[in-house]
């Protein structure tokens, strides 16, 4: 099994900044595919930003512009860096992983970011 662990979440401000970690761990093969992903309150769970092995990359519209996804495949870890935080933001972030070798999608167990004055 993958094991993932998020980490770098906490309260910031409008506007502020953070940067969200993700290391893999465990019985690792192949991670082909990382993500993020975010639940708000009272929300479902929604694909924040993905990225693949080639460096390709995805995110939501709503946050183009201002999140950041990268990784590196050295270290199994991958990084959210999140600007211009909005009180939207709010949410438990989690980590997903989904290794080719064990053929399974693998989730963190979240953390929280606060976005409030």
């Known amino acids: 099994q993958v094991q993932l662990v998020e980490s770098g979440g906490g309260l910031v401000q409008p506007g502020g900044s953070l940067r969200l970690s993700c290391a893999a761990s465990g019985r690792i093969f192949n991670i082909y595919r990382m993500g993020w992903y975010r639940q708000g309150p009272g929300s479902q769970r929604e694909l924040v930003a993905e990225?693949?092995?080639?460096?390709?990359?995805n995110y939501a519209d709503s946050v183009k512009g201002r999140f950041i996804i990268s990784r590196d495949n050295t270290q199994n870890t991958a990084y959210l860096q999140m600007n211009s935080l909005k009180t939207e933001d709010t949410a438990v972030y989690y980590c997903?992983?989904?290794?080719?070798?064990?053929?399974?999608?693998?989730w963190g167990e979240g953390t929280l970011v606060t976005v409030s004055s």
């Open positions: 997903n992983a989904f290794d080719t070798g064990n053929g399974m999608n693998f």
């Open positions: 990225i693949w092995l080639s460096g390709n990359t």
